[in-house]
């Protein structure tokens, strides 16, 4: 459970978090969105101070029906976020949130850590090999389709088993390809309904039979605000829940807009797991 960041060894058995920053103008959190660089040093800054672990970095927002963005604007976004990032923070371990290989390469040799792919290879058949080539941690969601047509595409004999079943062959993929350092995100919101996402956040340990660290992506998505009838700008405490949950059934890492709220969570998970 340790991952190679940088040739800095990352121990997954205590909970980590990671901080999103998204350089868009439309992702679903409106405060997420920090396009100008003195914004995203501001916020990145603010979640160090935090105790965030990782900073993923993403150019391109993904909620279901999102509009297409071309891979020139993707780099155009992410590539100056992480120089400035590690200018102002060297230290920081950096994701980078993409599903094109040549934004992933152009990103990792700018200085970013860990690739954050929300299609496990689907969507671009050369990431995984660009993941291989530069031997960096590797994050593979559960996705159907591309985020403009999988909302419709959440049909499942048994969803659990699919996922599994999803996994099982990526994982054997970049295994083949000599990928070391593997990351599963079950994807909540991606391909699945309400109800399908709150059963996959209820059976969540089943994913700890692939033997790997897992992922939760659960930050003031729409299973929350939509249960909740509110808003994304109102899902904090929603989110603070959740989380919890995710850490009781084996999640390794929060993925989250709210960091000190998230650190809070895992602080007093390990000690009532003591």
């Not at 031997?135 to 499942?156: A, E, S």
């Not at 996922?163 to 909540?188: M, Q, T």
């Not at 309400?194 to 790997?212: A, G, R």
Request: hydrophobic share 40%; glycine share 6%.
């Amino acid at each position: 459970m340790t991952i190679n960041c940088k040739g800095k060894l990352i121990d997954l058995n205590s909970p980590k978090v990671m901080g999103i920053i998204n350089t868009t103008p439309n992702s679903f959190y409106a405060e997420s969105r920090k396009t100008s660089e003195k914004d995203i040093l501001k916020q990145v800054e603010k979640m160090l101070k935090d105790g965030v672990d990782f900073i993923d970095v993403g150019g391109y927002s993904t909620p279901p029906g999102a509009p297409k963005v071309e891979e020139t604007e993707e780099l155009k976004r992410v590539l100056p976020a992480i120089e400035n990032i590690l200018k102002q923070f060297p230290d920081t371990l950096i994701s980078i949130d993409t599903f094109r290989a040549n934004v992933a390469k152009k990103s990792i040799e700018a200085g970013a850590a860990i690739i954050n792919d929300i299609s496990a290879g689907s969507l671009d058949p050369e990431m995984m090999k660009t993941v291989a080539n530069h031997q960096v941690p590797y994050i593979m969601m559960h996705m159907r389709g591309t985020p403009q047509t999988m909302k419709g595409l959440n049909q499942y004999d048994d969803l659990l088993q699919d996922i599994l079943f999803y996994f099982s062959e990526k994982i054997n993929a970049a295994r083949a390809l000599g990928i070391n350092d593997l990351i599963v995100d079950p994807g909540f919101g991606f391909a699945k309904n309400i109800d399908q996402n709150f059963e996959l956040l209820s059976k969540m340990q089943l994913f700890k039979t692939l033997e790997l660290p897992l992922l939760a992506g659960l930050s003031r998505k729409s299973l929350i605000y939509k249960t909740l009838k509110t808003s994304a700008a109102e899902a904090l405490n929603g989110t603070t829940f959740l989380n919890t949950i995710a850490l009781t059934k084996g999640a390794s890492i929060l993925r989250v807009h709210d960091v000190k709220e998230a650190v809070e969570c895992t602080k007093l998970f390990a000690e009532l797991n003591k």
